[in-house]
């Protein structure tokens, strides 16, 4: 279900939150804005997965639907199992109490996606997982713009930082959030894992829900 209008929403730190990636609507997430490397859950220089081979797994999921897709993290290629749970969409006037420039705001509405990922094997994950970077937000079929460090606190939503020693059969919440048009209609939730960039798992919410 699309939660709208009463969305929770950070709005105690917007300066910190705004030491974010804010790309132009359209454009693909910029993951090399100043942040604090450790405590973003979309770090610069994170790892990277192998997109070249053929697709493999992905396809369009119904909320709450798992899917399952590797990952290489720093301490080896991890088996997920990725559930997009629910998506939170906020109001302009509350977007605009997120960053530390209202008119960064205008028009757009801050986004959030809860994504339950389990580890399934490969290897226990020491600190600070990658996975989480692979979640993007598509607002009427188009690219949002990655807001770091908004959903951390979010209720249900675990900080990276937090996440250690992380084994086989465990599951952790990331959240991430976007940038969206005002009135955007469907929201759709992408992850791909290795070798699934050409077709992404692919969870869509709308207020039709």
Request: with cysteine; proline share 5%; charged share 25%.
């Amino acid at each position: 279900m699309l939660h709208t209008k009463t969305a929770w929403l950070r709005v105690t730190a917007p300066v910190a939150v705004l030491a974010l990636a804010l790309t132009a609507c359209g454009d693909k997430k910029d993951t090399s804005a100043a942040q604090d490397g450790k405590k973003s859950n979309a770090g610069a220089g994170a790892p990277k997965t192998d997109k070249t081979s053929d697709p493999a797994g992905g396809g369009a999921r119904k909320p709450g639907q798992a899917g399952t897709g590797r990952f290489k993290e720093e301490s080896g290629n991890i088996t997920y199992e990725v559930v997009a749970q629910k998506v939170h969409v906020g109001t302009e006037a509350e977007t605009k109490k997120l960053v530390s420039d209202p008119k960064d705001a205008k028009g757009l509405v801050a986004a959030t996606a809860w994504v339950k990922f389990t580890n399934k094997g490969g290897g226990v994950v020491k600190e600070l997982p990658k996975v989480g970077n692979e979640t993007e937000l598509y607002g009427d079929g188009r690219p949002g713009a990655l807001l770091i460090g908004a959903a951390e606190d979010g209720p249900g939503c675990e900080d990276t930082i937090d996440i250690e020693n992380w084994k086989a059969g465990q599951s952790h919440t990331i959240c991430q959030t976007y940038m969206l048009p005002k009135g955007t209609k469907s929201v759709e939730v992408h992850w791909a894992g290795e070798g699934q960039s050409a077709s992404p798992f692919i969870w869509r919410f709308s207020s039709a829900d």
